[in-house]
């Protein structure tokens, strides 16, 4: 065999196995993106749903610095906003009747995207201030809908979806 027809092979091979692996991780993604939408819609049960988004979390400021931030699905229903996160496995529900402020600050725990956030202050179970944020499409729709729903008004229709 020629030096060249052992460089062809090895380059068309690795090829197939970058497109094999990155093919088997799409999935994988796809997969734990339906489990986290199963999952909001236990979480929702039977509430009126007004935008569900995937977003970029930033973390929760009570956590600290060390907590995983990544992607997930974001709900905007009746009672709150629910966020379950791909990997780790998380989840979080901010009452709409906890909701103190919301905020598009650029950073958040020290880590920024270079874009606005979607920041909401909260009160937490035990009475403490709080806060999350998370990268997510309409930002200002997300801030308008939400303080709509706390002042027990309908929210404007939910933003097109970016293809």
């Known amino acids: 065999m020629s030096t060249g027809l052992i460089i062809f092979l090895a380059v068309v091979l690795g090829a197939a196995v970058l497109v094999l692996?990155?093919?088997?991780?799409?999935?994988?993604?796809r997969r734990l993106r339906r489990?986290?939408?199963?999952?909001?819609?236990?979480?929702?049960?039977?509430?009126?749903?007004?935008?569900?988004d995937d977003c970029n979390f930033f973390g929760v400021e009570s956590a600290g610095y060390g907590q995983?931030?990544?992607n997930g699905v974001m709900a905007l229903a009746q009672r709150g906003i629910y966020f379950?996160?791909?990997?780790?496995?998380?989840?979080?529900?901010?009452?709409?009747?906890?909701?103190?402020?919301?905020?598009?600050?650029?950073?958040?725990?020290?880590?920024?995207?270079a874009r606005?956030?979607?920041r909401v202050d909260f009160t937490g179970q035990a009475?403490?201030?709080?806060?999350a944020a998370w990268l997510v499409p309409h930002?200002?729709?997300?801030?308008?809908?939400?303080?709509?729903?706390?002042?027990?008004?309908?929210?404007?229709?939910?933003?097109?979806?970016?293809?």
């Not at 489990?35 to 569900?52: F, H, K, P």
């Not at 379950?84 to 995207?113: C, D, N, Q, T, Y």
């Open 127 to 131: 009475g403490e201030r709080d806060a």
């Open 139 to 163: 930002r200002e729709w997300w801030k308008e809908a939400i303080l709509s729903l706390r002042e027990g008004r309908e929210p404007s229709p939910s933003p097109p979806r970016r293809r």
């Open 68 to 70: 995983a931030r990544g």
């Open 84 to 113: 379950r996160m791909l990997i780790p496995r998380k989840h979080l529900f901010i009452p709409l009747a906890s909701v103190r402020e919301i905020s598009h600050p650029r950073w958040f725990k020290g880590r920024s995207k």
């Open 116 to 118: 606005e956030l979607l």
């Open 35 to 52: 489990e986290a939408i199963a999952g909001l819609r236990e979480d929702v049960g039977s509430q009126r749903v007004y935008q569900v």
């Open 21 to 29: 692996n990155a093919t088997l991780i799409l999935r994988w993604l």
